[in-house]
């Protein structure tokens, strides 16, 4: 066992980095590619019911500290991420679907059927904000618990939420009081900031295409509020939910600061974009050393410990 396995929701992870749900994991290649990397997970691009092409190009666009996208959910449809499961057991490592509904039903239909799937855990996507139209689940708490009750008896298989940023305890302690009631067993924190838009001087335009130029931002820019909605969660659920921290991490010292927060794992999104499948090892090792200097010899023996001013 090495000094950065973990555990989600009661999964073992052979390390604390996996990727993030979003960029190349929507092929069965780019999960096959994913099986054979150092991330400790195969994460599975968020589906929906039909295949999708997502929004019109230009769509993700790297910024000097992260990106700005609106994909709009590109995707093959859940059934062949279905099919994809029974060949990428081989790889040994926890296999994560992300279901992305449309509709209270879509959620239904896809959380029944990968319930009976191989998959090990099940992210229930409530926050992408880059559907024209739609707005993101998780900041209705109405139709968030509808879906959370349609959800919760399907099967056996633990049950996440990806949840978007909130910016104010009183989200935070809403959203965390229908997490315990529904027995929802991890959460994904946070989804891109929604909606953000950047502007190209020279051009005197918007740099992405989709939803006038508005999108989820990612990367280094999103850090900080990342970290405290990690940081929220975990005093609000008192260590009864899994948290993966998401948002900026590029280094094994970001990673070191969600665990801090209270992290059980994170997951990279935009420097695994960026930087390939080697960012895994890097991030990785980057937090072995870490550990080791200040003579820690697990995650769990530093999770959650943010000391106060
Ligand atoms: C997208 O495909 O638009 C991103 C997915 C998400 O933000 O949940």
Redesign the pocket.
Known sequence: MSRTSTQVAGVKFDSYICNA??PLDASFEELQSLGESKSSAIMMK?CTIEPRE??PEPRYVRLPHGAI??????NLGYKKYLDFVKDLKKYSKPIIASV?GLSLDDYVVMVKEFQKSDVDLIEV?L?????EGKPQVAYDFEQSEKILSAIRNLGKKPLGL?LPPYNDFSFQKQMAELILKYDIKFITCI??IGNTLVIDPEKESTIIKPKRGFG?LSGEYIKPVALANVRAFYELLNGKVSIFGVGGVNTGSDAFEFLLAGADAVQVGTVFEKEGSGCFERINMELEEILLKKGYDSIESVKGNLKYL
């Open positions: 749900s979003g968020s997502g929004n996208q609106s994909m709009g959910l590109p992305s996507n926050s992408c904000p880059n559907i990806k989804n891109s989820g």
